[in-house]
């Protein structure tokens, strides 16, 4: 049965994130066939990214601006995304499972006495229901979900979900919708990010981790070297950020950042259970390691064992030739 699905899109420094796209392709699937409405909210002009979500696959997209949303609060959020949700009244919504996404969400649901599932990172359509699946325990199992009654409410995992081709003969009605913002007792002074330039290490590609093993703070430069070549970000263990050789921004694992790039490579990262759970689930795994006994060995899909300080520049090297 054809639903009328809501997406909040994403913008951050007046760009709409990866994972806006990606959500608007999942919820293609849960509508079945039925009608895209994507919502984003900021304090400047959202026309362009309004836009661009048509371009990937919204029907209509409905902005809210107010000087109050010129940063995430949950407070600001809640009352534009219920007030968008009050005129639409959809079967279903869907979000991106970021920073963002995971403190809004609960909060909306809540609201609307409804159900979430969050974090997915498959939807199906299966014997007539729209199936999502979703990681458990830490990522060492999955479980698959069905909503049987009410509000179909998901977010879904950066990289997960490819996102629609991008289309620049879509068209969509562009509104901007008024919401009287009120009562925010949340103060922005300032937003300090700490995540590598570039490429934000939750929605990268290739993320090339570094753990105890790169020994100091310039040993991670061979690393930024290999992650600049292959256009991806660097990631740590919490060995690393313990020892202080970088940023706890960096943190890879069940206390730290989630990923699941294309390509994952652990430099001298032993492969604690706390680090698998935040990167068992990429696609492609390498490690590199001295120990040939070392527990990541057991999740990769390709093992060398060896020197970091040797491998890493020499594969730099060979990525370079290939581009030349
Ligand atoms: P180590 O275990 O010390 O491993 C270093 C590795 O580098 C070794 O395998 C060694 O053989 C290799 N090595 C050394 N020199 C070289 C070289 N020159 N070339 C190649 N290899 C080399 N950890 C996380 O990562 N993320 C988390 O979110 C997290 N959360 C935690 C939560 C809790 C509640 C607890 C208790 C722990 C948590 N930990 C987490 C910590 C985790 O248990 C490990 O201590 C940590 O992951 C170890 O980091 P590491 O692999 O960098 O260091």
Do not use: W
Not at 135 to 156: C, M, N, Q, R, W
Request: proline share 3%.
């Amino acid at each position: 049965m054809s639903k009328k699905i809501v997406v909040f899109g994403e913008v951050r420094d007046g760009e709409l994130r990866n994972v806006s796209f990606e959500a608007v392709a999942a919820a293609k699937l849960v509508s079945e066939g039925g009608e895209i409405v994507a919502a984003v909210f900021g304090d400047g002009s959202l026309e362009k990214a309004a836009q661009e979500l048509i371009y990937y696959g919204a029907d209509r997209v409905v902005t809210v601006q107010n000087e109050t949303l010129k940063t995430y609060t949950s407070e600001g959020y809640a009352q534009a995304a219920l007030a968008v949700i009050e005129d639409e009244d959809p079967e279903g919504i869907v979000m991106g499972h970021t920073a963002a996404g995971k403190d809004l969400t609960p909060k909306l649901a809540s609201k609307l006495d409804s159900g979430l599932i969050s974090d997915v990172t498959s939807i199906e359509v299966a014997g007539g229901n729209v199936v999502f699946t979703r990681p458990i325990y830490s990522g060492k199992a999955f479980e698959k979900k069905i909503v049987t009654d009410g509000l179909i409410f998901a977010t879904v995992r950066p990289n997960n979900i490819a996102p629609l081709e991008r289309d620049e003969s879509r068209t969509g009605e562009i509104t901007a919708k008024e919401v009287e913002i009120k009562d925010i007792r949340t103060v922005i002074k300032e937003v300090l990010r700490k995540s590598t330039e570039g490429v934000d290490l939750s929605e990268a590609k290739v993320v090339i981790a570094g753990g105890r093993g790169v020994k100091s703070k310039e040993g991670f430069e061979p690393l930024q070297e290999l992650a600049d070549a292959l256009g991806g970000a660097v990631g740590a263990s919490r060995g690393a950020c313990d020892a202080d050789y970088c940023d706890y921004s960096l943190q890879i694992g069940q206390t730290g950042k989630v990923v699941t790039p294309d390509l994952y490579i652990a430099c001298g990262i032993s492969g604690a259970i706390q680090h698998l759970a935040g990167m068992s689930n990429s696609k492609v795994i390498v490690a590199i390691n001295k120990d040939p006994e070392a527990n990541i060995f057991n999740v990769a899909d390709y093992g060398i064992v060896g020197d970091l300080f040797d491998v890493v520049p020499k594969l730099t090297e060979e990525i370079k030739k290939l581009k030349v």
